[in-house]
């Protein structure tokens, strides 16, 4: 069974910074595009920052743009998000997303992990 677990999210104070993790499980990604994405309340859910398989091109969001940074570990398995800055409108559930390799088609959600960031 293919699981993407996120952990990391939470409360912070506006300026503040958090590191998302989300851990694959069920086989292995090393292949595929990974990313980032956010729903805020009220909202539809919106891109914030890919990476490709060999983690060597990145993708960001122009709202987020010079405050996060995505990164990957293929070894572990594993997909991060660095956020610094943080400003009240990132406040949302953030999800862990793994593509159909070659395309621009999610195949895997994670379940979310909300921020929250206060002013």
């Known amino acids: 069974q293919v699981r993407l677990v996120e952990s990391g999210g939470g409360l912070v104070q506006a300026g503040g910074s958090l590191r998302l993790s989300c851990a694959a499980s069920?086989?292995?990604?090393?292949?595929?595009?990974m990313g980032w994405f956010r729903q805020a309340p009220g909202k539809e859910r919106e891109f914030v920052a890919a990476?490709?398989?060999?983690?060597?091109?990145?993708y960001y969001a122009d709202s987020v743009k010079g405050r996060f940074a995505i990164s990957r570990d293929n070894a572990e398995n594993t997909l991060d998000l660095q956020m610094n800055g943080l400003k009240p409108e990132d406040t949302a559930v953030y999800y862990c997303?793994?593509?159909?390799?070659?395309?621009?088609?999610?195949?895997?959600w994670g379940q979310g992990t909300q921020v929250t960031v206060s002013s």
């Open positions: 997303a793994a593509y159909s390799k070659g395309t621009t088609k999610v195949d895997y």
């Open positions: 069920g086989r292995t990604f090393s292949d595929s595009k």
């Open positions: 990476i490709s398989w060999s983690g060597g091109t990145t």
